[in-house]
């Protein structure tokens, strides 16, 4: 993959679940906080930003949308692009609140404890119905530590210097 600018790095807004119908619809996931946002970012990009999607959205449907996506007719066409994750540049989303961040900016972060002891880097940030959690390898290796990402346990996020200053639970991170 080509190193890209911040601006120019893609972050992952939807994916395509199959074929929806026989003329060629597919059912659409989006990952949007306003899920029909995903519309106005069309044209979307693969995961290697080397083929575009431009897409419409013709209806909701359960746990999505049904979309038409330009050159796509049959359904064979359509369920051909099954798991096909759908990406917008960087620059073409929303300025978010000083609290609220992009998952996609987090992934990478060093995570450092109260008094400066790194905890490892950030590699996901699931959610499991709860409330999102940073996953982080440790540095020596090892389980990962899951944190949840709240003010209380993650007071601090600094995208620009790459780092997050976490006060973890009692028990959560093993010494040593």
């Given at each position: 993959m080509?190193?890209?600018?911040?601006?120019?790095?893609?972050?992952?807004?939807?994916?395509?679940?199959?074929?929806?119908?026989?003329?060629?619809?597919v059912?659409?996931?989006?990952?949007?906080?306003?899920?029909?946002?995903?519309?106005?970012?069309?044209?979307?990009?693969?995961?290697?930003?080397?083929?575009e999607?431009?897409l419409?959205?013709?209806?909701p449907?359960?746990?999505?949308?049904?979309?038409?996506?330009?050159?796509?007719?049959?359904?064979?066409?359509?369920?051909?692009?099954?798991?096909?994750?759908?990406?917008?540049?960087?620059?073409a989303?929303?300025?978010?609140?000083?609290?609220?961040?992009?998952?996609?900016?987090?992934?990478?972060l060093?995570?450092?404890?109260?008094g400066?002891?790194?905890?490892?880097?950030?590699?996901?940030?699931?959610?499991?119905?709860?409330?999102?959690?940073?996953?982080?390898?440790?540095p020596?290796?090892?389980d990962?530590?899951?944190?949840?990402?709240?003010?209380?346990?993650?007071?601090?996020?600094?995208?620009?210097?790459?780092?997050?200053?976490?006060?973890?639970?009692?028990?959560?991170?093993?010494?040593?």
């Amino acid at each position: 993959m080509v190193d890209r600018s911040d601006e120019e790095r893609l972050i992952c807004v939807g994916a395509i679940a199959g074929a929806y119908g026989v003329r060629g619809e597919v059912r659409l996931k989006s990952f949007c906080a306003t899920p029909e946002d995903i519309a106005h970012y069309s044209p979307l990009l693969d995961e290697t930003g080397q083929r575009e999607f431009r897409l419409k959205i013709t209806r909701p449907i359960k746990n999505g949308f049904a979309a038409r996506i330009e050159g796509i007719r049959t359904k064979e066409e359509a369920d051909a692009l099954r798991g096909t994750s759908l990406h917008a540049p960087r620059a073409a989303l929303p300025s978010l609140p000083d609290d609220e961040f992009y998952h996609a900016d987090l992934i990478g972060l060093e995570v450092f404890d109260t008094g400066g002891r790194p905890l490892g880097r950030i590699i996901a940030v699931p959610n499991h119905g709860a409330g999102d959690l940073l996953e982080i390898r440790p540095p020596a290796g090892g389980d990962t530590i899951l944190l949840p990402f709240t003010r209380a346990v993650v007071p601090t996020v600094d995208l620009a210097a790459g780092r997050v200053i976490a006060d973890p639970p009692e028990g959560i991170v093993k010494d040593g």
